[in-house]
């Protein structure tokens, strides 16, 4: 979290409530008086005015947020709109019919930057994660606020004259003022950072074109369906008070079923669904309804079909739809969020207020069917375009941690030299009487007990005679010869691929032989290099594990085509994660500290690095981008929390929610150390108990899974 703690939340929580039962209360007296003053075919103009107005004030609005920031200017406008509503306090009893077409434009042009510059101000509140666990407790406030807008006016409408409603938004506004001033403001400079051009914004993010128009596509749907539910409403109810206790009592329905929806639903949705299946609840829902309701377009099934798209969009849509700019840097989500939010959604509205003008041609029976079509094929492309999100705001994520972590040098671990330096403990090779006269005299220097004659043979074999190969890959026991055994070794790799890999998959072999092969076979080019090493991550040993890890991932990086199936790599990752916490944090190769080269020759990393997590990185990095995940694992090191919250936040986008889950428990146990923990943030849920240890457990670590797992090479 940016600035604040608990008090940051409270404050955020209590202007949302707010503002949105200003939103409500607002919302009610506009459609009142528009419809007391105006007949409903009326409708269409004044909306396609009033979002008109607002993408001018849009445009406005978003040079002032570039140049001053959200924690000035959102404040300033909730002054301006106070101002206004005492001006229409004043003039409502004398120019009815003009004031309400003031309050309209008000309420729909500057309503839309005030709530739109909430969630910016939220935005640059919070980082990623916590976005994604604060958003929905905050938005649920909101809904409240909502409820409790609603129910505020269902009980004055009747008591007091209309002019006097405007003095209770007044005073809502004021008090929202209020809280938002009390706000922290982030201690990053973001208010001094330069503001890209928002052409350069939307290039660097273009998923956030498909996010315009989701917001257009579901606004124009949703404002067709308002029309028909208004339109039922005059025709049905009539004018005047009771038109705007019925108004009211809707959003104060709607506002309770966004409330249960909200609290009871969000959280699980996104984190078992992710961002984009959550957004699409709204399209998807309202298509269906929209579908069901061409059946019988009755007043009854129109207000439901109304009310169900209102509680998606307050529920399910706003929780997944504002954690897309979370990730952004906030000059850039300067440059984007006013124009989508308030550009996008008012297109939106006055193009679905176009399309109905144009509806009202037909014949007055065919209005409705029209409508609802009109609104299941719009909705309809939206939850098409919806669907394909998730996979370009992974792709953001990835570029916004790379350029946040450019300057990071590479954790101890990424880079490791596999050094040779192991007791001695040569085995030797039974003699075969079918061997040529050359083949005993080279063999029988290789069994010298006189390092130099091994040496020495070795240098002069060249290509090594395939009968000999065994003795020198067991000549990789011995401390004195084993450079010189993996030297002849690595000139005929391509050749002795297989020999190699079954001599890695040997258990009977002296393991300081076993552990030395998989940085041969990572420089050998052949499928069967792979394979080896494939099926040397099943090995009960984690340290050769270890290793077999590496030499993949070095492998695909020249070897794109080896490229694993992602199920297989997600059922090994989920097999390390299974450890028990001691054995987690345990593990150490034997070796490493030595083998390990500091990036540019600096000293050794200061905080210590998790070989564990390591290892799952670099299982991930065969399936998923190989910069991406290097770039997040040396993020989860640093104390940044805005880098550590990215990773984590691509890494969940980017994973199925059980290995992302089981990540996050164990990130937890990385360094550097947190007052909370990121599995904390992410999940809600304490650290298990219980303190680390210094003790290294033995490594004889996990059961081999029922069969070999192999590479997409085998």
């Known amino acids: 979290m940016k600035g604040g703690g608990a008090s940051l939340v409270r404050n955020a929580a209590l202007a949302s409530g707010l503002m949105m039962a200003w939103q409500v209360a607002s919302k009610t007296i506009r459609d009142s008086l528009f419809l007391t003053a105006f007949d409903a075919r009326a409708l269409p103009a004044m909306a396609g005015s009033a979002a008109v107005s607002a993408v001018l004030l849009a445009v406005v609005s978003a040079k002032l947020l570039h140049r001053f920031g959200p924690f000035r200017v959102i404040p300033a406008g909730y002054l301006l709109s106070m101002g206004l509503h005492a001006a229409e306090f004043l003039l409502l009893p004398a120019f009815p019919r003009p004031m309400s077409v003031l309050i309209y434009l008000h309420v729909v042009a500057l309503g839309s930057v005030l709530l739109s510059g909430f969630w910016a101000l939220a935005n640059e509140s919070f980082d990623p994660l916590e976005a994604r666990r604060r958003f929905g407790r905050i938005a649920g406030f909101g809904t409240l606020g909502g409820l409790g807008g609603g129910l505020m006016m269902y009980a004055i409408a009747p008591l007091l004259a209309p002019s006097t409603w405007l003095l209770f938004l007044l005073a809502l506004q004021l008090v929202c003022g209020v809280v938002l001033v009390r706000l922290p403001q982030p201690k990053s400079g973001a208010d001094r950072a330069e503001t890209p051009p928002l052409t350069k914004a939307l290039a660097g993010a273009p998923y956030l074109l498909a996010v315009a128009g989701l917001v257009a596509l579901v606004n124009m749907a949703a404002a067709a369906l308002d029309f028909l539910f208004k339109a039922q409403a005059q025709a049905h109810i009539g004018r005047g008070v009771a038109l705007t206790q019925f108004l009211a009592l809707f959003w104060v329905v709607t506002s309770i079923s966004s409330f249960v929806a909200q609290t009871g639903a969000s959280q699980f949705w996104l984190n078992r669904f992710g961002l984009a299946r959550t957004v699409a609840t709204l399209p998807v829902g309202v298509a269906g309804a929209s579908l069901l309701a061409l ?281 390390e994660l299974s450890v028990s916490r001691r054995e987690w944090q345990g593990r150490q190769p034997r070796g490493v500290e030595e083998e390990s080269v500091p990036a540019d020759g600096d000293a050794a990393a200061e905080e210590p690095v998790s070989h564990s997590l390591a290892h799952v990185f670099a299982l991930l990095a065969l399936v998923l981008p190989r910069e991406a995940v290097r770039t997040a694992f040396r993020a989860l090191h640093t104390d940044d929390s805005r880098l550590r919250a990215l990773a984590v936040e691509y890494l969940g986008s980017s994973l199925p929610r059980e290995i992302r889950d089981r990540l996050c428990e164990r990130i937890e146990l990385s360094p550097p150390g947190k007052k909370e923990t990121l599995s904390q943030r992410v999940l809600g849920n304490p650290a298990a108990a219980g303190s680390s240890t210094t003790e290294r457990p033995e490594d004889a670590g996990t059961p081999r899974e029922e069969g070999k797992r192999r590479g997409a090479g085998s």
């Open 295 to 575: 059946i019988s377009p009755g007043a009854i099934v129109l207000g439901l079909t109304r009310a169900w798209e209102q509680t998606l969009r307050g529920s399910l849509f706003r929780s997944g739809y504002e954690l897309f700019y979370a990730p952004m840097p906030e000059a850039e989500k300067r440059s984007v969020k006013s124009v989508i939010d308030i550009g996008a959604d008012r297109a939106g509205d006055g193009t679905g207020y176009a399309a109905v003008q144009l509806i009202l041609n037909v014949p007055a029976a065919a209005v409705p069917y029209c409508i609802l079509a009109l609104v299941a094929a719009v909705s309809g492309m939206a939850a098409w375009l919806s669907f394909r999100l998730d996979r370009a705001y992974s792709l953001v994520i990835q570029k916004n941690l790379a350029n946040n972590a450019k300057d990071l040098k590479p954790a101890e671990v990424e880079e490791l030299t596999m050094v040779f330096r192991t007791a001695p403990g040569s085995a030797t090779l039974p003699l075969d009487s079918g061997l040529t006269d050359a083949q005993m005299q080279q063999l029988t220097q290789l069994r010298s007990s006189d390092p130099r004659r091994v040496k020495e043979a070795l240098r002069e074999m060249g290509m090594l005679d395939p009968i000999l190969v065994p003795q020198v890959i067991r000549l990789l026991a011995s401390d004195s010869v084993c450079r010189a055994a993996h030297a002849a070794l690595s000139r005929a790799t391509f050749r002795i691929a297989g020999q190699l890999a079954d001599a890695l998959l040997d258990e009977s072999l002296d393991y300081a032989v076993r552990r030395r092969i998989p940085r041969l076979l990572a420089t050998c080019e052949t499928h069967r290099a792979w394979d080896g090493l494939f099926e040397g991550l099943n090995d009960p040993k984690f340290e050769l594990r270890f290793r077999c890890s590496r030499g993949l991932e070095g492998m695909l990086l020249r070897h794109p085509d080896f490229r694993p199936e992602p199920a297989v790599i997600y059922r090994l990752v989920e097999r």
